[in-house]
């Protein structure tokens, strides 16, 4: 390598010093730490926040165009089902209701629950059952819960459990799972659709969402248009995710937290590296003075440097991704509600801004180290 002997001295000289490799290595993985830890945060809130559409498995979505979130479904009447399911392009669309509701328990306590209410046909997005048979909820006042962070405000409830929905009598007769955790904080239970509208008080709509199963990718466009023309939208499960994302981040304080905690600690690295790997260069300026003395270009002077700040920002950035995915771990391990993940998206933004901090530590060194002349170094 042309330069491997001048980056090899830059090496010795970093490592050497080693309070000041120390202070770099731990205020870049600080920064890194702090950065993952929120963007991981933000990533797992989003996750569960669209559990839902990722839970049912749906390709297409029909709402109210004033729906921001699953949760916060707006009902549609009946016969939007029957002209959905008349469109050209539509394979099969079946109803789910999805309301929130109160039960008491058989110690006499009060929960609020989330209920999901499947086409009683087809039952389109159940879940996954862990005890039980799925046919069983064709029996009367018969409920799946889901086995979830939750579950346990149920009181663990097991096959044959009772509990009172406002006034009806429900019974638990299966255990089922879910492959994302819900945002809400309550438990979830399923059921069929028209048991669901007869339990839980509604309006004289009923329908909250419409599921469609286009016959293939080319009719989904069309099929938006013709739910438009109804004054309704149509969504694919992608987009219906982006806009529960584009929600939480743009119209909640959510996203604007995230990313003021995130420039802090971009800020917090870059100041504590700079200064210190700033203060390195002073307190070796006669060595670079060296360097230039017997013959060292200017330019392997700037190589040597950007290797320098380099490989700090790198190894502080594995570190810091390693700490923060420990901390997740143990995390997740002790707290079940925790909700982080890290993600390409947050691990590409911590890489990005280490670079970033390298190349501002770096440019402060190159001035610095470009300006000194051997004449002032023998001479002092």
């Given at each position: 390598m042309k330069y491997s002997g001048i980056l090899r001295i830059g090496f010795k000289l970093?490592?050497?010093?080693?309070?000041?490799?120390?202070?770099?290595?731990?205020?870049?993985t600080f920064a890194v730490f702090l950065m993952m830890?929120?963007?991981?945060?933000?990533?797992?809130?989003?996750?569960?926040?669209?559990?839902?559409?990722?839970?049912?498995?749906?390709?297409?979505?029909?709402?109210?165009?004033?729906?921001n979130t699953a949760s916060s479904a707006i009902p549609m009447p009946d016969y939007l089902l029957d002209a959905v399911r008349s469109m050209d392009g539509v394979s099969y669309a079946v109803p789910l209701y999805m309301g929130g509701a109160m039960v008491k328990l058989e110690d006499g306590t009060f929960q609020s629950v989330y209920v999901v209410g499947l086409d009683d046909e087809s039952l389109f997005g159940r879940p996954e059952m862990e005890q039980g048979n799925i046919l069983d909820i064709y029996n009367d006042n018969t409920f799946f819960a889901v086995d979830d962070v939750e579950f346990s405000k149920l009181e663990n409830p097991k096959i044959g459990t009772s509990f009172e929905l406002n006034d009806f009598r429900g019974t638990i007769v299966g255990i089922a799972r879910v492959a994302s955790n819900g945002l809400n904080?309550?438990?979830?239970?399923?059921?069929?659709?028209?048991?669901?509208?007869?339990?839980?008080?509604?309006?004289?709509?009923t329908t909250s969402y419409i599921l469609v199963q286009p016959k293939n990718d080319a009719a989904v466009a069309g099929i938006k248009q013709q739910v438009a023309k109804l004054g309704y939208v149509a969504f694919t499960a992608s987009e219906f995710k982006k806009r529960i994302a584009d929600y939480y981040t743009y119209q909640t304080g959510i996203g604007t937290n995230i990313l003021l905690m995130t420039v802090i600690s971009?800020?917090?690295?870059?100041?504590?590296?700079?200064?210190?790997?700033?203060?390195?260069?002073?307190?070796?300026l006669e060595k670079f003075g060296a360097l230039k003395a017997i013959g060292?270009?200017?330019?392997?002077?700037?190589?040597?440097?950007?290797?320098?700040?380099?490989?700090?920002a790198l190894t502080g950035y594995g570190l810091g991704v390693g700490l923060v995915t420990l901390m997740i771990w143990i995390a997740r391990a002790r707290l079940p509600n925790y909700a982080a993940m890290i993600t390409y998206w947050n691990l590409g933004l911590a890489f990005g801004m280490v670079l970033l901090i390298a190349g501002i530590s770096s440019y402060v060194g190159v001035r610095k180290v470009l300006k000194v002349e051997p004449f002032d170094i023998f001479r002092g």
């Open positions: 970093l490592v050497n010093d080693k309070g000041k490799f120390s202070a770099l290595l731990i205020g870049i830890q929120m963007t991981a945060m933000f990533a797992g809130i989003l996750e569960r926040a669209y559990s839902t559409v990722t839970n049912i498995g749906a390709a297409m979505w029909v709402m109210d165009p004033a729906v904080g309550v438990p979830t239970l399923y059921t069929t659709y028209n048991r669901a509208i007869q339990y839980i008080p509604s309006t004289r709509f971009f800020i917090v690295g870059l100041s504590i590296s700079g200064q210190t790997f700033y203060t390195f260069i002073l307190e070796n060292a270009k200017g330019r392997e002077l700037v190589y040597m440097i950007l290797f320098m700040a380099t490989f700090t």
